[in-house]
C-alpha cells in the first residue's frame, strides 16, 4: 500500500509490503539514514524519533501506522550548519565516539529540553535510561547536557 | 608574491581537548556507518546459521530456495572458489559449513536477493536435514580430552618456594559479549574486471583482504577493503563475519550486494570474551611479601581458534598482575568445544586473570590481617623489577605504587544518596528501603601488554602528504570510535606547525596495514608513525630549504618567511612514507620465559557499591581511577576511553553475560543481555599519572583496555566488603549475594 509521512517538514510517500518498520522505510525507503539499526527491538533507543510529538523507538512502529504522521528524526534538528543546542553539548562534553547511539540521544535529549530546559542531573539520567550507549560510559553525555542545562538556567535569570 | 611574516601558532594540537572531526557529521545524522551503505541496484545478502551447536549435515538442497522470486544466488560451501577456510592466527574455520556444523549459528549457505525480504524466504526455503550430535560444551571435559587451541606453563624461580601464609581459590567469569551498536554489514561492488571493492565496518582491514583473497583464490590486486563507518568494535570486529561471503556473492551475481546483521545474529557473527574457571594459590610472608604464586586458568575458546592462543598467552603472562613475586608457575589450558567461538574483547585474557589474582589479594590480605591496599602496595611492580611470569625486566615506566596510593588520596563519596530512586539499589522499580542498603568499598590494580608480543612483526604505514591547504595524514588504520583519527590529527598539528590536517582512510589497495586497532596499540604505532613522518617530512623540507621553521605559511629562516607553502608543494619535498615498528619482542622459552612484550600499563580501581542484601541488587555508585598513561594527549578522549571501558568492567561485574545451554545462546538480544544504561552508570573520578613511557609519542600510552581490566574486581571486592559473600564468580547475580 502508498503510505505518506511528513518526516522533517517534508512529505515522503512510499510503497510498503506491510510489515516494514517506520525506522526500515525511514532508512531505505526515505534515503533517511540517520535513524539506527542497532537492536530493532526497542531496547537501545538508537532508532529513536519523534512521531506525533512523542518520542518513540521507530523499529516499534508499523510504518502503515504511521500513515499520515508527522515524524522528526535526527536529520531534522540542525539548521544547515547551526547545530541544536543538544548537538552542541554533546560534542563538547565529548558525549560522541562511535556516535552509533549519538542520533538517538540528539532526538531524545532534544525533546527532554523542550520540555524542560533546565533538568536536573537525574532528570537526565532518567529520560535517557532508554538510550543505550557502549562507548561513553555515559558520563561525557551526562557532562555536556548538565552544561546546557546551566546555561539555559543562567540566560533565564 | 606577498608574505606575511607573522607567525602563527597552532590551536588544536597535543595536549588539547581537540574536537573530533567527525564529530558534526555524526551528531547531525549524517555519517555514513557500513549498514547505512548502498549502490545502485545492490541486491540483499543473508546467511543461513546452524540451530544445531554439532551436527552433520546429511542433505543440503539449494534447490527450492532458488525458485523463489527475487533470488540471485545461494551459494554453499562447495561454491567457495579458494581456501575454504579462514581464521586470524591460523585458518580453521569453514567459510560455509563443510559438511559438520560446529556451533549455533555457523554458517551453511549464504544468498543475494532483490529485497530483505526475499533473502528472508530464500533461506526458509533451503532444505538442510541434520544428523545431530552430542555438543561438547564442558572445557573441563575438553581439557580432559586434550580438545585444545593451546596449552602453556609458565615456570620462574624456585618451585620450592613456601610462604607462611596461603591462600586459594576458585574464580570463574562469564562469556561476555562486545555488543558494539553498530551490526556487522558491509557492501560489495564488483569491478567488472574480476575483482571487488568491499566497504565493511572492520578494525583490521589489511588482515581481512589476505583472508578474503585466500578464500576467494584471487590475486591480492583484485580485492581492496575500504573502512567504512564503524559503530563500536572492542574487538568484535578483528575476525572476519560477513567480509568474504559479501565477496563471493557479488563476484558471483556480477552486482553489488549489501548485508546487515540484525542484533540476534550479530551476536553469533562475533566471536566473544572467553569464559573462564581459574584455581589459585597465594602464598606469602607474614609481612605480606609474595612469595609464590600458582595458578591454573581454563579458558573457552569455543568451535574455532581465532586469537584464542594469544588471549591464553595474556591471560598466563598477566596472572600475577602488577605485583613482584619470584616463585611462579602457572598452567593455562585454551579449549576447543562446541561453543559458540571466542576471540578478542577489549583486556583480552587479561581482563579474566585479573579478577582471579585480585579476588586473591583481597583474601591473602584478609588472611594476613592486613589493609588490601598495603598488601598491594608492599608487591607493586616497578621499573627494574622483573615480570613474576616472563621474567622481562620492566623498562620505561610502571607506576604501580603511585596509581594505587592516589586513587587512595581521592576522597570517598558521601553515604546513600535516596533522595531519587535511581540511586538505590533497584532503582525506580522501587523496590528497595533505602534502610536496609548496605556500603562497600573495594579496590583492584590491573596490568596489560600495550602492542603486539612474542615476536608479532607489529607495524603501521603512514603517508604525509602536504597540500596548499594543509597537510593529509593517509592511514588504514581503523577508526573504531576511540579518537585515533583526532590524536594523529593533533601529532601532525604540534610537529608541522599547521592547524589544517585531515586523516584519509586509504583501501588496502593504497597503502599497507596500519596493523588492528586492538591491543591499545593504536595511539602508540599510528599515532606513533605519523610522529615519525611528520618529523622526518619536516626535517628533510628544513634541510632542503636551509631554513629553520615550517608552518602554515611556509618555511622560514632566522624569522623571515622564504618558501610559501604553495612553493614548497610545487618543489618538494611535500610526501613522506614511513613503515613504522616497534621495539622487537621474543618469543617465550618453554617456559614461558622471554621479553615477550614491548610495553606495559597499569591501573587502579576503587568501586563504591550499594547493595539490598534482601534482593542482592548492586548499584555501583561510583568507580574512581588512577591510569598510568604516560602523556595526556588529549584529555576529553581520554576520560572518553576511561569511562566507557569502566562501564564495560561494570557490566561484566554486575550484569553483562551471554547464557548458553547446550552451546545455544539463550539471550541473544537486548532485551536478556543486559548492557548498563544511564540508570546503571556509577559516577567516575579519573585521574592520571604521566610518567613518558619509553616508546610511544611524547611519551603516550595506549589506553583503551586498562580500564576494563580491574574495574570488574573492584566491584566485585566491593561486593564482598558490603555483604561478606565470596563472589567468586562473575557477573555477580542475585543468588550470590542473598546466598540461595
Known amino acids: 500500500m502508498r503510505i505518506t509521512i511528513t518526516v522533517n517538514g517534508v512529505d515522503h510517500s512510499v510503497d510498503v509490503r506491510g510489515p516494514e518498520s517506520l525506522l526500515h522505510v525511514l532508512r531505505e525507503e526515505m534515503a533517511l ?6 537492536c ?8 529513536s524519533v519523534v512521531l506525533d510529538g512523542d518520542v518513540v ?3 516499534l512502529v508499523m510504518a502503515v501506522d504511521a500513515n499520515g504522521s508527522t515524524v522528526r528524526t535526527v536529520e531534522g534538528y540542525a539548521d544547515h550548519d547551526v547545530l541544536h543546542p543538544v548537538q552542541t553539548a554533546l560534542l563538547d562534553g565529548g558525549g560522541v565516539q562511535c556516535g552509533f547511539c549519538t ?3 540528539v532526538v531524545a535529549a532534544a525533546e527532554l529540553f523542550d520540555v524542560n530546559p533546565t533538568p536536573t542531573s537525574d532528570e537526565i539520567r532518567e529520560a535517557l535510561a532508554g538510550n543505550v550507549c557502549r562507548c561513553t560510559g555515559y558520563g561525557a553525555i551526562l557532562r555536556g547536557l548538565e552544561e546546557l542545562a546551566a546555561r539555559n538556567a543562567g540566560g533565564g535569570a | 608574491m606577498t608574505f606575511t611574516t607573522q607567525r602563527r601558532e597552532v590551536r588544536s594540537g597535543v595536549g588539547t581537548s581537540a574536537d573530533r572531526p567527525d564529530g558534526i557529521p555524526k551528531v547531525k545524522g549524517n555519517f555514513a556507518y557500513s549498514s547505512d551503505l548502498s549502490a545502485h541496484g545492490a541486491l540483499w545478502g543473508a ?6 551447536a554439532h551436527a552433520r549435515i546429511t542433505r543440503l538442497d539449494i534447490g527450492p530456495a532458488l525458485r523463489v522470486p527475487g533470488v540471485s544466488a545461494i551459494l554453499t560451501y562447495d561454491d567457495v572458489p579458494g581456501r575454504k577456510v579462514f581464521g586470524l592466527e591460523e585458518a580453521d574455520q569453514p567459510v560455509l559449513a563443510d559438511g ?12 543475494a536477493a532483490d529485497d530483505a525480504e526475499d533473502a528472508r524466504r530464500a533461506l526458509e526455503a533451503i532444505v538442510v536435514e541434520y544428523d545431530v550430535l552430542e555438543p561438547l560444551v564442558d572445557p573441563e571435559e575438553a581439557a580432559r580430552r586434550d580438545e585444545t587451541f593451546r596449552t602453556m606453563t609458565v615456570r620462574r624461580g624456585d618451585p620450592e618456594a613456601r610462604g607462611e601464609v596461603v591462600v586459594e581459590g576458585y574464580y570463574d567469569t562469564g562469556m561476555q559479549d562486545q555488543a558494539p551498536l553498530g551490526p556487522e554489514a558491509g557492501l560489495a561492488i564488483p569491478d567488472g574486471e574480476g575483482g571487488v571493492d568491499l566497504y565493511v565496518a572492520t578494525q583490521w582491514s589489511h588482515v581481512d583482504h589476505e583472508q578474503i583473497v585466500a578464500a576467494l583464490g584471487v590475486p591480492p590486486d583484485r580485492v581492496r577493503v575500504h573502512l567504512s563507518g564503524i559503530g563500536g568494535a572492542f574487538g568484535a570486529r578483528e575476525d572476519v563475519s560477513l567480509q568474504i561471503h559479501l565477496c563471493m556473492l557479488a563476484m558471483h551475481t556480477g552486482r553489488p550486494v549489501r548485508m546487515v546483521y540484525n542484533r540476534a545474529e550479530s551476536f553469533v557473527g562475533h566471536v566473544h570474551r572467553h569464559p573462564s574457571r581459574m584455581w589459585y594459590r597465594h602464598e606469602a610472608t607474614r609481612d605480606g611479601t609474595l612469595v609464590r604464586v600458582t595458578a591454573r586458568l581454563l579458558l573457552d575458546g569455543g568451535a574455532y581458534m581465532s586469537s584464542s592462543r594469544a588471549v591464553m598467552a595474556n591471560a598466563a603472562y598477566f596472572a600475577v598482575g602488577p605485583y613482584r613475586c619470584d616463585s611462579v608457575e602457572v598452567h593455562g589450558v585454551m579449549t576447543r568445544t562446541n561453543n559458540p567461538p571466542c576471540g578478542a574483547m577489549r583486556g583480552f585474557g587479561a581482563v579474566q586473570s585479573c579478577f582471579g589474582y585480585e579476588s586473591q589479594m583481597d583474601r591473602l590480605a584478609d588472611a594476613l590481617g592486613m589493609d588490601p591496599v598495603e598488601l598491594r602496595l608492599r608487591n607493586a611492580l616497578a621499573p627494574g623489577d622483573h615480570m613474576p611470569t616472563t621474567g622481562q625486566l620492566i623498562e620505561g615506566s610502571l607506576p604501580t605504587a603511585e596509581v594505587i596510593e592516589r586513587l587512595r588520596a581521592i576522597p570517598l563519596p558521601s553515604g546513600l544518596d535516596a533522595t531519587h530512586p535511581l540511586h538505590l539499589p533497584g532503582g525506580t522499580g522501587l523496590t528497595t528501603s533505602p534502610g536496609d542498603v548496605v556500603r562497600g568499598v573495594g579496590y583492584a590494580v590491573g596490568m596489560k601488554n600495550l602492542m603486539f608480543s612474542e615476536a608479532f612483526d607489529d607495524f603501521t604505514e603512514v603517508r604525509i602528504v602536504l597540500t596548499p591547504v594543509g597537510v593529509e595524514i593517509h592511514t588504514a588504520a581503523a577508526e573504531v570510535g576511540q579518537g585515533l583519527i583526532t590524536v594523529c590529527q593533533q601529532i601532525a598539528r604540534s610537529v608541522l606547525d599547521m592547524e589544517h590536517v585531515a586523516v584519509i582512510f586509504d583501501d588496502t589497495s593504497q597503502i599497507g596495514s596500519a596493523g588492528s586497532t586492538s591491543a591499545s596499540r593504536q595511539t602508540q604505532m599510528t599515532g606513533g608513525a605519523v610522529l615519525a613522518a611528520t618529523t622526518e617530512l619536516r626535517d628533510r623540507i628544513l634541510a632542503e630549504y636551509g631554513a629553520d621553521r615550517l608552518d602554515a605559511q611556509g618555511v622560514w629562516r632566522e624569522g623571515e618567511l622564504t618558501v610559501s607553502v604553495d612553493e614548497l608543494c610545487q618543489r618538494g619535498p611535500a610526501e613522506h612514507h614511513v613503515r613504522f615498528r616497534h621495539p622487537p619482542t621474543a618469543r617465550p622459552d618453554d617456559n614461558g620465559q622471554g621479553d615477550v612484550h614491548v610495553d606495559f600499563a597499569v591501573a587502579a580501581h576503587r568501586a563504591v557499591v550499594d547493595v539490598d542484601p534482601e534482593l542482592g541488587l548492586v548499584r555501583v555508585v561510583r568507580v574512581d581511577t588512577v591510569q598510568d598513561v604516560g602523556k595526556v594527549l588529549n584529555p576529553r578522549a581520554l576520560v572518553g576511553q576511561i569511562e566507557g571501558g569502566i562501564m564495560q568492567g561494570v557490566g561484566l561485574a554486575v550484569m553483562e553475560e551471554l547464557v548458553l545451554d547446550g552451546g545455544r545462546i539463550r539471550n541473544a538480544n537486548f532485551t ?3 548492557l548498563p544504561t544511564f540508570a546503571d552508570a556509577p559516577d567516575v573520578v579519573a585521574e592520571f599519572v604521566e610518567e613518558p613511557s619509553h616508546f610511544g609519542p611524547f611519551g603516550a600510552k595506549g589506553a583503551g583496555e586498562p580500564p576494563t581490566i580491574s574495574s570488574t574486581p573492584a566491584v566485585a571486592a566491593a561486593i564482598r566488603a558490603a555483604t561478606g559473600r565470596p563472589i567468586t564468580r562473575v557477573p555477580v547475580h ?6 540461595l
Open chain 1, 57 to 59: 523507538c521507530s523499529c
Open chain 1, 103 to 105: 542520533p538517538g540521544f
Open chain 1, 33 to 38: 539514514p540517520g535513524s539506527k539499526n542497532a
Open chain 2, 47 to 52: 546467511t543461513l546459521r546452524s540451530p544445531h
Open chain 2, 672 to 674: 536478556d543481555y543486559l
Open chain 1, 40 to 47: 530493532e527491538q526497542g531496547e537501545c533507543g538508537s532508532c
Open chain 2, 100 to 111: 559438520e556444523v560446529r556451533y549455533w549459528g555457523e554458517p551453511i549457505a549464504v544468498v
Open chain 2, 734 to 739: 542475585p543468588d550470590d549475594i542473598i546466598g
